[in-house]
């Protein structure tokens, strides 16, 4: 997300990817010092960094623990809560995996 954030502040970006970029950053706003995602069902979705994406799924399944539950059904839930990042399907999977081996 961090060339994201830097073309929406700066306006720069590598000349490789200026169609992709330009393409990619009408999804997203900043918002004082965080970076949001437009959403269809929602106005925005906070965009989250890698370090608080675990903290974001405990929180999660402590919340829905004892309920059946899928890895994907882990993600819409943090999608209804309000957050985005890039690999919340394969995290939440890979989450769901590790608390059922422990």
């Known amino acids: 997300m ?3 954030i830097v073309f929406l502040k ?3 970006f590598e ?14 706003t900043i918002i004082g010092e965080e970076l949001y995602r437009r959403s269809f069902s929602r106005p925005l979705l906070k965009c989250i960094g890698k370090t608080q994406v675990e903290y974001i799924l405990a929180e999660l399944h ?10 994907r059904s882990m993600a ?3 999608l209804r809560d309000g957050y985005y990042w890039p690999s919340m ?5 890979e989450y769901i995996k590790r608390c059922q081996k422990s």
């Open 76 to 78: 819409t839930r943090a």
């Open 89 to 93: 399907g394969k995290d939440s999977i």
């Open 2 to 4: 961090t060339p994201i």
């Open 15 to 28: 000349e490789a990817e200026k169609e992709t970029m330009k393409c990619k950053c009408t999804r997203y």
């Open 62 to 71: 402590n919340e829905i623990c004892g309920l059946s539950f899928e890895g």
């Open 10 to 12: 700066d306006g720069t």
